[in-house]
Every structure is written in C-alpha cells, then in structure tokens.
C-alpha cells in the first residue's frame, strides 16, 4: 500500500507561513520600538540591533557602571541583572515597576507603547549617576576636601 499525501499537508504548510509572517512582523515592530528608545535617550538607533553592545549603551542609559556587563554574561545571575537593568530602563522613562513587569511578559505591546508614546527620556535612573560616583569612570574635577 502505497502513502499519499492528502491535501492536509497544504493547510499544515499555510498555517506554518502565516505563523512565520507574524513572528518576523513582532520581531521588526520589536527592534524598531528598541530602536526608538535608544534615539530618545541620546544614543544611535543602531546601536540596539548589535548585540552586547546593545547592553552596553543600556547600562550607559541607565547610569550603571560598565563592570555590569559582566554581571550580564555570569549564567543564572545575568537574569537577575537583566531584570534590574531593564527596571532601571523603564524608570529612566518615567515608567514604574508594573511597567517593567509588562514589559517582561508582553514584550510586543508595552516596548511600543513606551517607545512611541508621548514619555520622554527623563535621565538616568540609577543612584549612581545622580551620585556620580562611578569607580570606572571617575568624575573629571578633583575632589574637595
């Protein structure tokens, strides 16, 4: 006995095109909302596309030191530091901690939402850059004693 295909295959193939168009069209509405956010905080729009340095100029965003891209590459702790630095992320926009728990979970909708919205970049958020106190990048005028 001999297998045909029947027309099934078809519908198989057709639902796995459609599913492929709708994962590509997230992931460019993705990068062009990271895109955007790199442009309003003062960075290149490129910049986001390119991995690693992408949390580079992230951690530079938020005001963190730039020893945290290692924190970022240490398996296990880098979810941790992950989260932090996208929290950092979303306060420097002026947004709050249930912002950044959307953004965890529904990534395609709150990214857009923050990118073209009307909420400009407000500065770093982290107590080290209002401190500027950065062991690696030392503050230009000598202190005063």
């Given at each position: 006995m001999e297998y045909t295909p029947s027309g099934s295959a078809g519908i198989f193939a057709a639902i796995g095109a459609v599913g492929m168009i709708f994962f590509f069209a997230v992931f460019v509405l993705l990068i062009a909302s990271m895109w955007k956010l790199f442009e309003k905080a003062g960075k290149p729009g490129w910049a986001s596309i390119v991995p690693i340095y992408n949390s580079?100029?992230?951690?530079?965003?938020?005001g963190k030191p730039t020893i945290w891209i290692l924190f970022l590459l240490i398996p296990c702790v880098n979810i941790i530091f992950a989260i932090w630095l996208l929290n950092l992320f979303v306060k420097s926009f002026g947004k709050s901690e249930g912002y950044t728990v959307g953004l965890i979970f529904l990534p395609f909708i709150f990214y857009p939402m923050l990118a073209f919205g009307n909420n400009p970049y407000l500065g770093p958020s982290a107590a080290e850059a209002k401190r500027s106190h950065d062991p690696f990048n030392p503050p230009t005028t000598p202190p005063t004693f």
């Open positions: 580079l100029v992230m951690i530079e965003i938020v």
